[in-house]
């Protein structure tokens, strides 16, 4: 079931391997958007934004822009803080 | 795999369940098992995004040591029963339930890890219950309490307990040991394991050892601890010392040469040998393997 994000949300910390992912809502049609700004963009922004895409579609979003400030964080901390800032949008 | 009932839980470290960097660093301590809080150790506003922390870490992570999660009351806050539902369908061996007070605590638990057991096809007593006293309410059912099936720990949660009694913690622990003696005694007639409260001074090492000392004596299997310097003072003092495992590896060969020869009374280094003899030689040797002790040497030399 398509699920649609009723407020922008925020979710993590600024420190050592954490990272803040922002969301918001998008018009229908538009797709999942991410700003990714990571000390290891050029290493790992690709798999970084893959994994943040693959893991809103799983929860059901399909129109967010994602804002993150990644700071060294592994791949299950971006997912958990990217599933925690969608559940946290979801409510009004 | 490790018996959940009887495997070595000498230190549970606490970790605190919102920070990524201390979840990474978590395993290298060589703490028997983790304890990743979701309870007291996160403010009210973040307990979600702790527990998806937490979730995600222990789906994607491999961890050594035993992993528990502390949730949150399921009865007494509104967070409990959400954060069992984000972190079971995760695999953690063990819930720790804080400020247990009432047998209906656990049922309530229980039921809903039998749930998402069966959801998973996972075999019943994949995921555990510790349960914690940290009231003088619970403490007054902790008999009940030890007896319930999925239960296989118990521990002593000091701050909140001394709080509760109106006092203070003191070096002696003369405020605990009423607590600590009821505890231990329902643990062991619900023959279930017991673990020790928190040391909270991080500095004073010398009163750490000392407690550490005391509750090992009283009988305690282990000590909950805060910083990974307190582990390595914790199973130092849980190791075996030569004399202990020497006579230890004797008992056990007495024991199985009995059963062997169809022995009646054993004896060993002239004194009678029966069963909890037995049962507390097995311990030690446990210990001493977990120690990193060359057991099969030892028993050659003897």
Not at chain 2, 17 to 29: Q, R, V
Not at chain 2, 117 to 139: D, F, Q, R
Not at chain 2, 144 to 169: H, S, V, W
Request: aromatic share 6%; glycine share 6%.
């Amino acid at each position: 079931m398509t699920k649609i994000l009723a407020k922008s949300a925020k979710a993590g910390f600024e420190e050592k391997n954490d990272l803040v992912v922002e969301v918001s809502p998008l018009q229908n049609g538009s797709g999942v958007v991410i700003d990714l700004q990571s000390p290891v963009k050029n290493q790992y922004g690709r798999h970084i934004e893959a994994l943040i895409k693959d893991t809103v579609t799983a929860e059901g979003f399909f129109d967010v822009q994602v804002n993150v400030l990644d700071k060294g964080a592994w791949d299950y901390t971006i997912k958990a803080r990217t599933i925690a800032a969608l559940e946290r949008g979801m409510k009004q | 795999m490790n018996d959940p009932k009887t495997r070595l839980r000498r230190t549970m470290m606490f970790v605190p369940g919102n920070s990524p960097k201390m979840i990474n660093s978590a395993d290298i301590y060589g703490a028997d098992s983790l304890m990743f809080d979701v309870e007291d150790a996160i403010a009210i506003t973040e307990k979600d995004t702790a527990r998806h922390l937490v979730a995600n870490a222990l789906k994607t992570l491999k961890f050594h040591s035993e992993t528990v999660v502390r949730i949150n009351h399921p009865t007494q806050t509104p967070f409990g029963m959400d954060d069992l539902k984000v972190i079971l369908p995760s695999k953690p061996d063990m819930i720790r339930l804080p400020k247990v007070e009432d047998v209906s605590e656990v049922q309530l638990i229980t039921d809903e890890i039998e749930k998402v057991e069966k959801e998973n096809g996972w075999p019943e007593g994949t995921i555990n219950i510790i349960g914690a006293i940290e009231s003088v309410k619970g403490l007054y059912n902790v008999r009940e309490i030890c007896q319930q099936p999925r239960l296989i720990a118990i521990a002593l949660g000091a701050e909140d307990f001394i709080a509760n009694l109106k006092t203070q913690r003191t070096k002696t622990g003369i405020e605990l040991y009423y607590a600590r003696s009821q505890i231990l005694m329902a643990a062991r007639d619900a023959e279930i394991q017991c673990m020790d409260t928190v040391f909270s001074d991080v500095k004073d090492m010398e009163g750490f050892e000392r407690e550490v000392t005391n509750s090992r004596d009283m009988g305690f299997d282990g000590k909950s601890v805060i910083h990974p310097k307190q582990i390595t003072a914790v199973h130092r003092i849980y190791t075996p010392n030569d004399k202990q495992l020497t006579h230890a590896l004797k008992v056990l060969a007495a024991f199985e040469d009995s059963l062997k020869n169809h022995k009646g009374v054993l004896a060993v280094d002239g004194k009678m040998i029966d069963g909890p003899i037995v049962v507390r030689a097995q311990r030690i040797v446990d210990q001493a393997k977990a120690a990193g002790i060359d057991v099969e040497k030892k028993r050659e030399e003897i």
